[in-house]
């Protein structure tokens, strides 16, 4: 009985240091660009896009398929990254949760 409570206990712990995570990953940003920066986007560490943006004097030059390709170039660059923050900021957040491991 004693040990299913501190198992429950442990497993609260983690789950609340798992939301903390979480929510300290929608404050962290990340950028993916293609062509020299004329395309844009940006992403948080939950791997939620939230901005595109263009150059102004690229977007009155570049052709409907040239801006579909940059984008999505530039969304998984964003991602890519977003990614790599994630499993970073879950893996400090195991440590501190999992006894020898930090």
Do not use: C, W, Y
């Amino acid at each position: 009985m004693l040990g299913n409570l501190m198992n429950k206990k442990v497993m609260e712990k983690m789950q609340v240091q798992m939301e903390e995570a979480k929510a300290k990953l929608n404050n962290i940003t990340v950028t993916g660009e293609a062509d020299n920066g004329n395309v844009k986007v940006i992403a948080n560490g939950n791997r939620l896009l939230s901005k595109v943006e263009l150059n102004d004097d690229f977007l009155k030059n570049a052709s409907k398929e040239q801006l579909e390709e940059l984008i999505l170039t530039a969304a998984n660059r964003a991602l890519e990254q977003a990614e790599r923050v994630e499993k970073s900021e879950m893996s400090h957040a195991a440590m501190g949760m999992l006894p020898g491991m930090g």
